[in-house]
């Protein structure tokens, strides 16, 4: 009979708070299984000293480095704001001294430094970590449970807990509340630290390490050796089972031959898309992935739906206008391949065939050096358009499923249909608007005063339907992760949204 060892983290304060920090210094949330096991560590320490330490408990700690990154069911917590404190540094002695020799005008407020305190909110008092035992059975559960209940805080020492170690079932553990975090292949996720084959190994040098940082030579005189960081874990990175899977994606950049930016005009950016699209059915064509339908190259790759089909899955093409800064150039500089959600392994096989190869130029773009593809992977352009956000707005016009006849109930009917036609289910609010919210883009408008084009170029067939720029607001404060294109023209580029701050 299968079950799961639960090793249980209850806060002890009537407002459950936690104050952890991750190893980049950003709060974390929840509590990496790394944290947990340095703290099972450091009670099993305290309670088991030296030869009893490895007959009892370093067989049961080193089980728990060894298996897979636990699921993680914490309480629902808020982020609140940060508040500063003033505590003091370590010069206080020169203080002293100077009140000694008489100057009583250096005061303890020159020996403060600012320290930025963030805390999370919990709306439950546990944290559950679930592991699989495949066998039902866990021989080192009594000594984990002694270490367990050993532990008292977690992150800061004002994050005080009681710990325990028990046995459940699966359907015990469905029933604890709280939400559940799993481990995910999506690099999108949140980045969690979990012990490795070493970690303990590790920490036993960095105690002993810290234990010796003052040093006397011969002579008397005392030297500092600084305690290095830990370094044996592995970041799993981690999502909630309630939130939206994430679309797998693939940035290049466009280069010249020389290496610096191509730039393409904003407003032609469905020819980039095309270029991309056509350079992608080449790639795909001659060794198609095994497994895939005979016409997957026409309707996934070349985004042409089956007569009759109720559910197209296909790659879309994103050109990215450079955003960020109100004095930002607009122009094209970078494209993006989006699948389906869960399709990555098609996408990695794509993104490896376009790597370094030149887009080929049509009649309509008549360029003389096309742009080189080089693939990136930390853009901070691009990741305005693929971090998790709770609010964002379109950067290029969604083209609605039709024609509003400048009427507002149907504007709302037909932008209710584009994000259903999208694959946008959370519960949102939204508004819209011809303009956008980013600086130097271009208006939803297809004429101006006098009748000229102007804004955006559109496919042909897209040429009767409304456009609206669209803001979405995710209810309850949801993070929905990017990439995000919504609306008709969602696959070349039109309807593309980024995050906004709010």
Same mark, same amino acid.
């Given at each position: 009979?299968? @079950?799961?060892?639960?090793?249980?983290?209850?806060?002890?304060?009537?407002? %459950?708070?936690?104050?952890?920090?991750?190893?980049?210094?950003?709060?974390?949330?929840?509590?990496?299984?790394?944290?947990?096991?340095?703290?099972?560590?450091?009670?099993?320490?305290?309670?088991?000293? +030296?030869?009893?330490?490895?007959?009892?408990?370093?067989?049961?700690?080193?089980?728990?480095?060894?298996?897979? #990154?636990?699921?993680?069911?914490? /309480?629902?917590?808020?982020?609140?704001?940060?508040?500063?404190?003033?505590? #003091? +540094? +370590?010069? @206080?002695?020169?203080?002293?001294?100077?009140?000694?020799?008489?100057?009583?005008?250096?005061?303890? &407020?020159?020996?403060?430094? &600012?320290?930025?305190?963030?805390?999370?909110?919990?709306?439950?008092?546990? *944290?559950?970590?679930?592991?699989?035992? %495949? &066998?039902?059975?866990?021989?080192?559960?009594?000594?984990?449970?002694?270490?367990?209940?050993?532990?008292?805080?977690?992150?800061?020492?004002?994050?005080? *807990?009681?710990?325990?170690?028990?046995?459940?079932?699966?359907?015990?553990?469905?029933?604890?509340?709280?939400?559940?975090?799993?481990?995910?292949?999506?690099?999108?996720?949140? #980045?969690?630290?979990? /012990?490795?084959?070493?970690?303990?190994?590790?920490?036993?040098?960095?105690?002993?390490?810290?234990?010796?940082?003052?040093?006397?030579?011969?002579?008397?005189?005392?030297?500092?050796? #600084?305690? %290095?960081?830990?370094?044996?874990?592995?970041?799993?990175?981690?999502?909630?089972?309630?939130? /939206?899977? %994430?679309?797998?994606?693939?940035?290049?950049?466009?280069? +010249?031959?020389?290496?610096?930016?191509?730039?393409?005009?904003?407003?032609?950016?469905?020819?980039?898309?095309?270029?991309?699209?056509?350079?992608?059915?080449?790639?795909?064509?001659?060794?198609? /992935?095994?497994?895939?339908?005979?016409?997957?190259l026409e309707t996934y790759v070349a985004g042409h739906a089956r007569p009759g089909a109720r559910e197209h899955r296909q790659f879309s093409y994103l050109p990215l206008p450079s955003i960020g800064h109100a004095h930002t150039d607009p122009s094209v500089r970078r494209v993006m391949i989006a699948g389906p959600p869960g399709d990555g392994a098609l996408l990695r096989q794509l993104a490896r065939r376009l790597e370094g190869r030149q887009l080929q130029p049509t009649a309509q773009t008549n360029l003389s050096h096309p742009p080189t593809l080089v693939r990136v992977h930390n853009d901070n352009i691009a990741r305005f358009y693929t971090q998790p956000a709770n609010a964002w707005t379109s950067v290029t016009p969604v083209i609605l499923p039709g024609h509003d006849d400048h009427k507002p109930e149907k504007t709302r009917a037909l932008i209710e249909k584009a994000l259903t036609q999208s694959g946008v289910d959370q519960p949102c609010s939204f508004e819209w608007s011809p303009f956008p919210h980013f600086p130097k883009m271009l208006s939803a408008h297809k004429y101006d005063r006098n009748k000229q084009p102007i804004g955006y170029i559109r496919p042909d067939h897209l040429l009767s339907q409304t456009a609206v720029h669209l803001t979405l607001r995710f209810n309850d404060g949801l993070m929905v992760p990017g990439p995000l294109a919504i609306g008709s023209g969602r696959h070349c580029g039109l309807g593309l949204l980024a995050s906004v701050l709010e």
């Open positions: 009979m299968s @079950g799961l060892l639960c090793l249980t983290l209850r806060f002890l304060d009537p407002v %459950p708070q936690f104050h952890g920090q991750g190893a980049d210094g950003q709060p974390e949330w929840p509590p990496s299984p790394l944290r947990y096991f340095q703290a099972v560590v450091s009670a099993a320490a305290s309670r088991w000293r +030296n030869s009893q330490f490895q007959e009892s408990a370093l067989p049961a700690l080193q089980w728990l480095e060894s298996i897979q #990154p636990a699921v993680v069911t914490p /309480p629902v917590a808020v982020r609140c704001l940060g508040y500063p404190m003033y505590v #003091p +540094n +370590n010069s @206080g002695d020169l203080m002293t001294a100077a009140w000694a020799r008489g100057d009583i005008g250096m005061g303890v &407020e020159k020996f403060r430094v &600012e320290k930025l305190v963030r805390t999370r909110h919990l709306y439950g008092d546990a *944290v559950y970590y679930l592991f699989p035992l %495949p &066998e039902g059975v866990f021989p080192h559960l009594e000594v984990l449970r002694t270490a367990a209940r050993a532990v008292t805080h977690l992150g800061w020492g004002i994050d005080m *807990v009681a710990g325990d170690a028990s046995i459940l079932s699966e359907q015990e553990a469905a029933e604890l509340p709280g939400e559940r975090w799993v481990p995910t292949s999506d690099p999108g996720g949140t #980045p969690l630290r979990a /012990p490795i084959v070493g970690t303990l190994d590790a920490l036993t040098s960095r105690h002993q390490a810290f234990l010796t940082r003052i040093q006397r030579d011969e002579s008397g005189k005392e030297s500092f050796h #600084p305690v %290095p960081p830990l370094t044996a874990f592995r970041v799993t990175h981690y999502r909630r089972t309630t939130d /939206p899977l %994430p679309r797998p994606f693939a940035v290049f950049e466009l280069r +010249n031959d020389d290496e610096t930016f191509f730039t393409y005009p904003q407003n032609r950016l469905i020819h980039i898309a095309g270029m991309l699209r056509h350079l992608a059915i080449q790639a795909m064509r001659l060794t198609p /992935p095994s497994g895939v339908d005979d016409d997957w």
